[in-house]
């Protein structure tokens, strides 16, 4: 096996050897196993795949979760595990496919209870560039061998898709636990068309007597007529290999029944069996119904629901035996009901009831990014569920169906959502919210199909399927076009008119938190976590930002001289009063306040000569300087950004005395909505989604264009203690084609500061459909009400969002006034 060696056979000396080589090779000849390395070449990262913990010495890993990654020189590629101690970078997305990261310090770790099994750890890495150096040199990845240490070529586990430690048997999704991922699950396999022998089966109604009694199981013939996502429940300590449940509801001539798939049977069959599947099913077992779980609506399928007991498929004990029926084979005579479904329009949505199932079908026109949030079921181990927001519509309203779809472990459809595609959403459950339009979020039991997945499924002769299809063909492309889009902040439904607490509830949608809370929760966001939080305190400066060249956020970084000057004025016991030259190279000009008081408006621009104008308003505002202090401020750093400021009487001293400033409060690019087109497509979707697990030639190293950063505010909030302030951005929905437009309700208000934070938007919207393109108000004139919110008590509700990176994106969505009368 010598001569065989990958090491031992090709290199012939360490020069030679490429980097990971002489890296093998170095931690195979020293005493310590360990190696800092003083060479900084780059390794392109090939993929990055997680799965559940092994107990070491009683102490779980963070999260509970352990990560391998698969790195390339470009000669040779080596599975390596990430040391628990960085498994942050992987949680914030630094540490990510398809990007060069330079390993500083590994150890090769030997199976003490294993021969012939060990693996290089990562100990120590520094994460490199946006684009890989390494990976455009490479023509097939797939070709390049596996290093492997000598004397382990016939490791399989660093050969296979299995994780390091030997004791897991498979990977998890990335980002979720609902998705099936690796080279174990099963699809497309062929049904059979062997002749069946159906004259001894039994019926769904005869089970259940069949439970209570002794009872030898016959076989089953039956129709697949719901399906429900994967169900993971592994745990620590847990000797299952594949502790996976997925229910389905199935059907014959006398009514239905639930079926559980368990453990290994799921990815031997679970991708295999959908909805209008036949299936044979012989050595099945019978178990009480868990009541405990959600149930597809199925009234309109007119069956009967045998709902006391389910059917059980397991690996063993019996192991059962699942037979896939070819369309081919299946025969009238059998009687197995045809799958029925009840499709909604959207002019419909109205009238149905709150929690109701329904099915729908519309074009999409805006596919919000994919976000994160926490299942806050889980116990033990953290669990994720990905979601989006999609607006489509179907004609028959002037508004959108708005969807809050979940995975629903059909990550390739999941991911290829975009505008212009017929989407398809099965049991949907209907969401009334007062002072928001219906939205319809998924449930266990909902399936999703768009262009391309609709050949052959059981909906497509549904007459409100064939009525939508008519109607797209009216449609032109480059109309529906100019009204779509995708990306950015998207938040759904709108928050209330007023904020109320109820000490006796702690599942309020959006908790109550205090300032030091948060600080927690923004350093434990994860990679695009998406959370809701409302803190108490009050406004004490604010900024109005207004990016006039898109090479400052090209990067998708935060404006220069902007976020980061304001974190660096508010350091506690820093010089907060402007320098000198910020003084003596400044104009002003009067603006009215909404108590009609005068306030002194500084702007400082290169070049600028004032008027005979703006030197008598000087003049005017130097006389009455003694009536109120500054509060108006116009700074550019530079030419490309101006910022228009605020600060309540009160700020210059509180500023002093916090003990605390986070300073995230920026606007990103990632923030923004954009349109779609189809010569944008692929960049636009892997902007748009999750880091993939594995590196593609097709993913592509291009980012999206850069778009001109629109205006926001960016506004200080003091806690209720004054002990801690946090930035926050604002940016005002302006333009009814906005998606944040749909649903919103648009009360006229006065367009002072409070009342724009409180509603979220500009008072008229301005709608380009209907040529009232009206002209914005100026920030001036917005700004210069801001005194309202002197000393004022607010409730701000925040989100946040981990978008990578240093990047925590901490918008405002509404900001309540507390009276007397709102106190709960």
């Known amino acids: 096996m010598e001569g065989n060696s990958p090491c031992s056979s090709i290199v012939t000396s360490l020069s030679e050897a490429s980097f990971l080589q002489r890296t093998l090779e170095r931690l195979s000849s020293t005493q310590s196993l360990r190696l800092q390395t003083e060479e900084a070449e780059a390794v392109a990262v090939l993929a990055l795949q997680r799965y559940l913990s092994e107990q070491t010495e009683g102490q779980q890993q963070p999260g509970g979760y352990s990560y391998d990654v698969t790195v390339t020189d470009g000669v040779w590629r080596a599975k390596c595990f990430v040391h628990p101690r960085l498994n942050h970078l992987v949680h914030t997305n630094c540490l990510r496919t398809g990007t060069d990261v330079t390993i500083t310090q590994c150890s090769f770790v030997y199976n003490e209870r294993r021969l012939g099994h060990g693996y290089m750890c990562i100990e120590n890495v520094r994460c490199g560039a946006e684009m890989s150096s390494v990976l455009p040199r490479i023509k097939d990845v797939g070709s390049l061998p596996m290093l492997v240490k000598h004397g382990m070529e016939r490791s399989a586990v660093l050969q296979s898709d299995v994780p390091l430690h030997v004791s897991r048997k498979h990977y998890l999704s990335l980002w979720n636990t609902d998705d099936p991922e690796g080279d174990i699950w099963t699809s497309g396999s062929p049904s059979s068309e062997t002749v069946l022998d159906v004259s001894r089966i039994t019926l769904l109604c005869s089970l259940e007597s069949s439970f209570r009694n002794a009872w030898k199981s016959l076989p089953l013939l039956v129709k697949i007529i719901h399906k429900s996502r994967l169900r993971y429940y592994g745990?620590?300590?847990?000797?299952?290999?594949?502790?996976?449940?997925?229910?389905?509801?199935?059907?014959?001539?006398?009514?239905?029944?639930?079926?559980?798939?368990?453990?290994?049977?799921?990815?031997?069959?679970?991708?295999?069996?959908?909805?209008?599947?036949?299936?044979?099913?012989?050595?099945?077992?019978?178990?009480?119904?868990?009541?405990n779980r959600s149930r597809p609506q199925m009234d309109h399928h007119r069956l009967k629901s045998f709902n006391s007991i389910e059917i059980c498929l397991n690996p063993r004990n019996p192991a059962s035996v699942i037979t896939v029926v070819s369309p081919k084979s299946v025969l009238p005579q059998w009687g197995l009901p045809e799958v029925s479904y009840q499709f909604t329009t959207r002019s419909e949505l109205e009238k149905i009831a709150n929690n109701s199932a329904c099915d729908i079908i519309g074009l999409v026109t805006f596919v919000g990014r994919v976000e994160?949030?926490?299942?806050?079921?889980?116990?033990?181990?953290?669990?994720?569920?990905?979601?989006?927001?999609?607006?489509?519509?179907?004609?028959?309203?002037?508004?959108?169906?708005?969807?809050?779809?979940?995975?629903?472990?059909?990550?390739?459809?999941?991911?290829?959502?975009?505008?212009?595609?017929?989407?398809?959403?099965?049991?949907?459950?209907?969401?009334?919210?007062?002072?928001?339009?219906?939205?319809?979020?998924?449930?266990?039991?909902?399936?999703?199909?768009?262009?391309?997945?609709?050949?052959?499924?059981?909906?497509?002769?549904?007459?409100?399927?064939?009525?939508?299809?008519?109607?797209?063909?009216?449609?032109?492309?480059?109309?529906?076009?100019?009204?779509?889009?995708?990306?950015?902040?998207?938040?759904?439904?709108?928050?209330?008119?007023?904020?109320?607490?109820?000490?006796?509830?702690?599942?309020?949608?959006?908790?109550?938190?205090?300032?030091?809370?948060?600080?927690?929760?923004?350093?434990?966001?994860?990679?695009?976590?998406?959370?809701?939080?409302?803190?108490?305190?009050?406004?004490?400066?604010?900024?109005?930002?207004?990016?006039?060249?898109?090479?400052?956020?090209?990067?998708?970084?935060?404006?220069?001289?902007?976020?980061?000057?304001?974190?660096?004025?508010?350091?506690?016991?820093?010089?907060?009063?402007?320098?000198t030259a910020e003084q003596t190279d400044s104009e002003s000009v009067t603006s009215p306040s909404a108590g009609g008081k005068k306030r002194r408006l500084e702007r400082r621009r290169p070049g600028h000569k004032m008027t005979q104008k703006e030197h008598e308003q000087e003049q005017r505002g130097t006389e009455s300087e003694t009536e109120e202090p500054l509060s108006l401020q116009l700074h550019s750093s530079n030419q490309d950004t101006d910022v228009l400021s605020w600060e309540s009487n009160s700020w210059l001293r509180q500023r002093q005395e916090v003990s605390e400033h986070l300073c995230q409060g920026g606007l990103y690019q990632d923030s923004i909505s954009r349109s779609f087109t189809f010569d944008e497509k692929k960049v636009l979707l892997q902007w748009n989604n999750l880091q993939p697990t594995r590196w593609t030639p097709e993913q592509t190293a291009d980012t999206v264009s850069p778009l001109i950063c629109p205006r926001y505010y960016q506004v200080t909030i003091l806690g209720i203690n004054k002990q801690i302030a946090v930035d926050a951005a604002y940016f005002p929905v302006v333009s009814s084609s906005e998606p944040r437009a749909v649903g919103l309700p648009v009360d006229p208000h006065s367009n002072t500061m409070l009342s724009c934070l409180s509603s979220g938007f500009l008072y008229p919207l301005r709608d380009r459909a209907n040529h009232t393109d009206l002209t914005p108000l100026e920030p001036e004139e917005i700004l210069a009400t801001a005194s309202e919110l002197e000393d004022t008590h607010v409730v701000c509700l925040l989100e946040l969002c981990h978008l990578g990176g240093d990047k925590v994106e901490v918008l405002i969505n509404k900001v309540y006034r507390v009276t007397e009368a709102s106190l709960v």
């Not at 300590?237 to 996976?244: A, F, R, V």
């Open 372 to 579: 994160r949030v926490k299942n806050k079921g889980s116990k033990g181990q953290e669990k994720y569920w990905t979601y989006r927001w999609v607006h489509a519509v179907d004609g028959t309203s002037n508004h959108p169906f708005i969807l809050e779809v979940f995975s629903s472990s059909q990550p390739e459809i999941f991911s290829s959502i975009c505008p212009m595609t017929y989407l398809v959403c099965t049991q949907m459950r209907v969401c009334q919210v007062e002072g928001s339009l219906p939205y319809l979020t998924s449930s266990c039991e909902t399936q999703m199909f768009i262009t391309g997945y609709h050949k052959g499924q059981p909906y497509v002769s549904d007459p409100k399927v064939k009525s939508f299809i008519q109607w797209t063909k009216t449609l032109k492309d480059n109309i529906v076009l100019q009204k779509t889009a995708v990306g950015g902040h998207y938040s759904y439904p709108h928050p209330p008119k007023t904020f109320t607490q109820s000490v006796n509830d702690a599942s309020v949608q959006v908790p109550l938190v205090a300032a030091a809370d948060l600080k927690m929760e923004m350093e434990t966001l994860q990679y695009r976590e998406h959370k809701k939080l409302a803190i108490q305190g009050q406004i004490t400066a604010i900024r109005y930002v207004k990016v006039q060249n898109e090479s400052q956020v090209a990067e998708g970084k935060e404006v220069p001289g902007v976020s980061t000057d304001i974190c660096e004025q508010t350091i506690p016991g820093a010089d907060s009063h402007r320098s």
């Open 235 to 291: 745990k620590f300590g847990l000797k299952i290999d594949y502790p996976y449940q997925a229910y389905f509801e199935v059907a014959d001539q006398s009514g239905t029944m639930s079926l559980v798939l368990w453990n290994e049977l799921c990815p031997e069959f679970y991708q295999r069996l959908n909805v209008g599947t036949v299936l044979y099913l012989q050595n099945y077992t019978l178990k009480q119904s868990y009541s």
